[in-house]
């Protein structure tokens, strides 16, 4: 398969040079080598996004998708991966969906070990409702809702999530498609919750490729090692510099495993299946 077989004829309405495009390229190279390499058949793919401009990547896709309400983009993840763990299960969401409306998903997600990959855009703002401050808006920056600048500390959505026990920690730029495209690979391989950060630029709200580009280097040619917990945690802390590539990669038990072992739920009768799955929750 080519990146244009998973092309829609659904409009795309981001803004011209929205970083958004990168993410979704990035998106298309990735599952097509999934495809090619054997590793995945398209009908096995699940895409999730939830509200936001990020959301819209549900649309520009051609696969199983499903458009969830804002923040809630890792509960039908759960619920489709439990449900058939055959599935490779991709969750977008946007940094206001993902840190503030839906924090407690990620949270749980990541502690679970669910075996799914969540990948925020991470652009600093609430863009699609015109510019409001999110949990990653820098400190100082102007915005409709903080128009004397945000006096906010801002989340740190690396150290939040190694904290909280993922097993495969990232960041990545969205103007940077062949790093990007080498982790997200990784991330949907890797078994258990893979996460990746993406800065993406909102070039209508929030331009930040001048300020960001000089402090940016990829990590993972510094010799970082990425199975040390201590050493991802302080590279993830940086703020002199903008450290990018896989912080964090460790192997745990994963969560629909240890609850189902190999049953695969959706080959079962729906009622006896929801049954069982609800007893062995008990
Ligand atoms: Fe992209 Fe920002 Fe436009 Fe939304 S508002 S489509 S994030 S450039």
Same mark, same amino acid.
């Given at each position: 398969?080519?990146?244009?077989?998973?092309?829609?004829?659904?409009?795309?309405?981001?803004?011209?040079?929205?970083?958004?495009?990168?993410?979704?390229?990035?998106?298309?190279?990735?599952?097509?080598?999934?495809?090619?390499?054997?590793?995945?058949?398209?009908?096995?793919?699940?895409?999730?996004?939830?509200?936001?401009?990020?959301?819209?990547?549900?649309?520009?896709?051609?696969?199983?998708?499903?458009?969830?309400?804002?923040?809630?983009?890792?509960?039908?993840?759960?619920?489709?991966?439990?449900?058939?763990?055959?599935?490779?299960?991709?969750?977008?969401?946007?940094?206001?969906?993902?840190?503030?409306?839906?924090?407690?998903?990620?949270?749980?997600?990541?502690?679970?070990?669910?075996?799914?990959?969540?990948?925020?855009?991470?652009?600093?703002?609430?863009?699609?409702?015109?510019?409001?401050?999110?949990?990653?808006?820098?400190?100082?920056?102007?915005?409709?809702?903080?128009?004397?600048?945000?006096?906010?500390?801002?989340?740190?959505?690396? %150290?939040?999530?190694?904290?909280?026990?993922?097993?495969?920690?990232?960041?990545?730029?969205?103007?940077?498609?062949?790093?990007?495209?080498?982790?997200?690979?990784?991330?949907?391989?890797?078994?258990?919750?893979?996460?990746?950060?993406?800065?993406?630029?909102?070039?209508?709200?929030?331009?930040?490729?001048?300020?960001?580009?000089?402090?940016?280097?990829?990590?993972?040619?510094?010799?970082?090692?990425?199975?040390?917990?201590?050493?991802?945690?302080?590279?993830?802390?940086?703020?002199?510099?903008?450290?990018?590539?896989?912080?964090?990669?460790?192997?745990? %038990?994963?969560?629909?495993?240890?609850?189902?072992?190999?049953?695969?739920?959706?080959?079962?009768?729906?009622?006896?299946?929801?049954?069982?799955?609800?007893?062995?929750?008990?």
């Amino acid at each position: 398969m080519e990146m244009k077989d998973f092309d829609t004829p659904t409009k795309n309405t981001w803004c011209p040079g929205c970083n958004n495009f990168g993410i979704l390229v990035t998106a298309k190279q990735v599952l097509a080598e999934l495809v090619n390499s054997g590793e995945v058949k398209p009908e096995e793919v699940v895409v999730l996004s939830g509200v936001g401009c990020h959301g819209k990547i549900s649309d520009y896709l051609r696969v199983n998708s499903f458009y969830c309400l804002h923040g809630r983009v890792l509960p039908p993840a759960m619920g489709i991966k439990v449900a058939n763990q055959r599935l490779k299960v991709i969750a977008f969401a946007g940094d206001g969906d993902a840190y503030a409306e839906g924090i407690s998903h990620v949270v749980h997600a990541a502690r679970r070990n669910l075996d799914v990959t969540l990948i925020v855009h991470d652009n600093e703002v609430f863009a699609l409702t015109t510019s409001q401050v999110t949990p990653t808006t820098k400190v100082g920056f102007r915005t409709k809702s903080a128009p004397k600048g945000s006096f906010e500390t801002p989340l740190n959505p690396l %150290q939040l999530m190694l904290a909280c026990g993922a097993t495969f920690v990232a960041r990545g730029f969205s103007g940077d498609s062949k790093h990007l495209k080498g982790m997200m690979l990784e991330a949907v391989r890797h078994r258990g919750f893979s996460f990746i950060d993406v800065i993406q630029e909102c070039v209508t709200f929030n331009p930040v490729r001048e300020k960001y580009l000089p402090k940016m280097y990829d990590l993972n040619k510094e010799g970082h090692d990425d199975t040390n917990f201590s050493a991802a945690w302080s590279k993830a802390g940086e703020t002199d510099r903008m450290p990018l590539g896989i912080f964090y990669r460790v192997e745990k %038990q994963i969560y629909e495993k240890q609850l189902l072992g190999d049953r695969i739920l959706a080959d079962e009768n729906p009622a006896n299946s929801i049954k069982q799955a609800l007893l062995q929750l008990m």
